[in-house]
């Protein structure tokens, strides 16, 4: 099955709501005596993010159609931009922009593969015109 893609309508998410973590690959061991020991009890680490974005009606429309329709309310993958790389300048070590010939700085590209995490979008309206969509996605490895 092809993942979908993420609706390119729609604005990157707040930076204020932003939240991720790792899910626990692993096992805890018990032993007689000392601290806690660990193994890995699976390879496959997801990670659980929580998003939210701002949007206008016709925005809201989009996102709707997308999670209602196109990923069955969150049941099929699909890619997103990282938005913690994507779209960001590239550094050197001296974190500086890197530019290209012709001065403009080199952006870099990252895409997640997704899907709807354990919470559902919840909508809130903002602003008197506008709509703050909350939700969270598992960004698989």
């Known amino acids: 099955m092809t993942p979908l893609n993420w609706p390119s309508e729609l604005d990157k ?6 939240n991720a973590g790792w899910n626990d690959p692993r096992q805890k061991r ?8 660990y193994r890995r009890r699976y390879s496959a680490v997801a990670k659980p993010v929580s998003l939210s974005l ?4 016709l925005q809201k429309g989009v996102f709707d159609r997308f ?33 290209d010939e012709n001065g403009v700085p080199i952006l870099m590209s990252a895409q997640w593969l ?8 919840k909508e809130t309206v903002v602003e008197q015109v506008k709509f ?4 969270t996605v598992a960004v698989l490895p």
Do not use: H, I, K, Y
């Open 13 to 18: 998410p707040e930076r204020n709501s932003w």
């Open 30 to 37: 018990r032993g007689e005596t000392g601290g806690p020991r």
């Open 54 to 57: 701002v949007c206008t009606r």
């Open 67 to 99: 999670f209602e329709q196109d990923t069955n309310f969150g049941s099929r993958v699909f890619r997103m931009p990282d938005p913690t790389t994507d779209g960001w300048a590239m550094l050197d070590e001296n974190g500086t922009a890197v530019l």
């Open 114 to 121: 997704c899907l709807f995490g354990a919470e559902l979008p």
């Open 132 to 135: 703050r969509l909350t939700f």
